[in-house]
Protein backbone atom coordinates (compact mmCIF):
# COMPACT_ATOMS: atom_id res chain seq x y z
CA UNK A 1 0.00 0.00 0.00
CA UNK A 2 1.16 3.46 -0.70
CA UNK A 3 2.30 5.37 2.14
CA UNK A 4 0.53 8.79 3.09
CA UNK A 5 3.79 11.14 2.07
CA UNK A 6 3.84 9.69 -1.63
CA UNK A 7 0.31 10.39 -2.07
CA UNK A 8 -0.23 13.62 -0.17
CA UNK A 9 0.78 15.44 -3.73
CA UNK A 10 -2.04 14.20 -5.59
CA UNK A 11 -4.84 13.43 -2.83
CA UNK A 12 -5.60 16.07 -0.03
CA UNK A 13 -4.98 13.83 3.20
CA UNK A 14 -7.31 15.43 5.79
CA UNK A 15 -10.73 14.42 5.40
CA UNK A 16 -11.90 15.69 9.40
CA UNK A 17 -9.79 18.11 11.91
CA UNK A 18 -8.36 14.51 13.58
CA UNK A 19 -5.79 11.89 12.53
CA UNK A 20 -6.08 8.00 13.30
CA UNK A 21 -2.67 6.53 12.60
CA UNK A 22 -2.76 2.69 13.73
CA UNK A 23 1.12 1.06 12.40
CA UNK A 24 0.09 -2.90 11.04
CA UNK A 25 3.31 -5.10 10.17
CA UNK A 26 3.54 -8.09 8.75
CA UNK A 27 2.09 -10.90 11.28
CA UNK A 28 3.62 -13.58 9.46
CA UNK A 29 7.06 -12.25 8.92
CA UNK A 30 7.35 -11.18 12.70
CA UNK A 31 6.26 -14.20 14.20
CA UNK A 32 9.07 -15.67 12.27
CA UNK A 33 11.63 -13.56 14.29
CA UNK A 34 9.28 -13.33 17.75
CA UNK A 35 6.43 -14.47 19.80
CA UNK A 36 7.23 -13.14 22.89
CA UNK A 37 6.38 -9.03 21.93
CA UNK A 38 8.17 -7.79 25.06
CA UNK A 39 11.47 -5.85 23.15
CA UNK A 40 11.29 -4.00 19.77
CA UNK A 41 12.92 -6.59 17.01
CA UNK A 42 12.65 -4.62 13.43
CA UNK A 43 13.41 -0.98 13.65
CA UNK A 44 11.17 1.10 12.72
CA UNK A 45 12.93 4.78 13.49
CA UNK A 46 12.92 5.77 9.59
CA UNK A 47 9.36 4.81 8.50
CA UNK A 48 8.18 6.84 11.63
CA UNK A 49 10.17 10.00 10.94
CA UNK A 50 8.29 9.76 8.29
CA UNK A 51 5.49 9.44 9.93
CA UNK A 52 6.50 12.44 11.72
CA UNK A 53 7.37 14.64 9.34
CA UNK A 54 4.22 14.53 7.55
CA UNK A 55 1.83 14.36 11.05
CA UNK A 56 3.72 17.60 12.12
CA UNK A 57 2.89 19.26 8.97
CA UNK A 58 -0.50 18.35 9.16
CA UNK A 59 -0.59 19.55 13.10
CA UNK A 60 1.28 22.58 12.21
CA UNK A 61 -0.83 23.86 9.56
CA UNK A 62 -3.51 23.37 11.84
CA UNK A 63 -5.55 21.13 10.01
CA UNK A 64 -5.08 18.11 12.56
CA UNK A 65 -5.93 19.23 15.54
CA UNK A 66 -6.73 15.77 17.90
CA UNK A 67 -3.93 12.68 16.66
CA UNK A 68 -4.63 9.23 18.14
CA UNK A 69 -1.54 7.18 17.15
CA UNK A 70 -1.54 3.28 17.77
CA UNK A 71 0.75 0.30 16.99
CA UNK A 72 0.06 -3.32 17.12
CA UNK A 73 3.02 -5.94 18.04
CA UNK A 74 3.39 -6.85 14.59
CA UNK A 75 4.88 -3.66 13.14
CA UNK A 76 8.11 -3.77 14.81
CA UNK A 77 7.64 -6.44 17.71
CA UNK A 78 6.53 -4.12 20.70
CA UNK A 79 3.53 -2.08 20.15
CA UNK A 80 4.62 0.32 23.36
CA UNK A 81 7.62 0.43 22.20
CA UNK A 82 6.47 1.71 18.70
CA UNK A 83 4.68 4.39 20.38
CA UNK A 84 7.36 5.47 22.89
CA UNK A 85 9.69 5.83 19.37
CA UNK A 86 6.97 8.08 17.51
CA UNK A 87 6.62 10.50 20.72
CA UNK A 88 10.52 10.43 21.00
CA UNK A 89 11.20 11.22 17.53
CA UNK A 90 7.90 13.70 17.58
CA UNK A 91 9.14 15.71 20.64
CA UNK A 92 12.85 16.18 18.84
CA UNK A 93 11.42 17.30 15.71
CA UNK A 94 10.56 20.92 16.05
Do not use: C
Not at 7 to 12: A, E, G, R
Not at 54 to 83: C, E, Q, S, W
Amino acid sequence: MPRPWELKQKFDLVTADFAYVRWLGDRKGIEKQTVTWDKTVVDRTSDLKNWVDLLKDMVNNKKIRKLFAFANNHYAGHGPGTVKLFMDLWNKKQ
